[in-house]
């Protein structure tokens, strides 16, 4: 965009958040919430037409790009629709996923012991996930109405 006169930055997807309260200075989720990209599930995950089950990024820009939210309805969970589901609270493994809210303490405990698991232990020391509370759900690829 810098060729073109407009000014833009991105943010890495990750290593941006404070190790004590468990909250990013910047959400790439947040930011996609209000850029009309999708809805938050029970699992505070951002469902979007393509799923959860996905990475973020951001790109911001003073260039005037419309307004053109990829989904405008109310809600994506099924849960949050009324139905059954909740299999993001069944998934975890921890217990940190339930209708409350996340338990960030136990959710980031998981994620440190899965950096330890012999299997995983080739991946970058900033690689933090567990995944658990996205995949195989209604909503991890698509959405799930």
Not at 81 to 95: E, F, R, T
Request: proline share 6%.
């Amino acid at each position: 965009m810098a060729q073109t006169g407009y000014h833009s930055a991105t943010t890495p997807p990750t290593a941006n958040f404070d190790k004590i309260s468990l909250m990013s200075r910047w959400s790439h989720k947040h930011l996609g919430y209000l850029s009309g990209l999708g809805r938050f599930g029970i699992n505070a995950q951002l469902i979007t037409p393509s799923g959860c089950a996905g990475r973020l990024g951001s790109l911001v820009t003073e260039a005037d790009l419309d307004d053109h939210p990829v989904f405008s309805g109310t809600e994506l969970c099924l849960y949050k629709q009324g139905m059954d589901c909740l299999k993001c609270v069944a998934s975890c493994p921890v217990n940190a996923v339930t209708v409350e809210g996340i338990d960030r303490t136990r959710c980031y405990k998981r994620i440190k012991a899965v950096q330890k698991m012999k299997h995983l232990s080739d991946l970058p020391e900033y690689t933090e996930t567990c995944g658990k509370c996205q995949a195989f759900l209604p909503c991890s690829f698509g959405p799930p109405v």
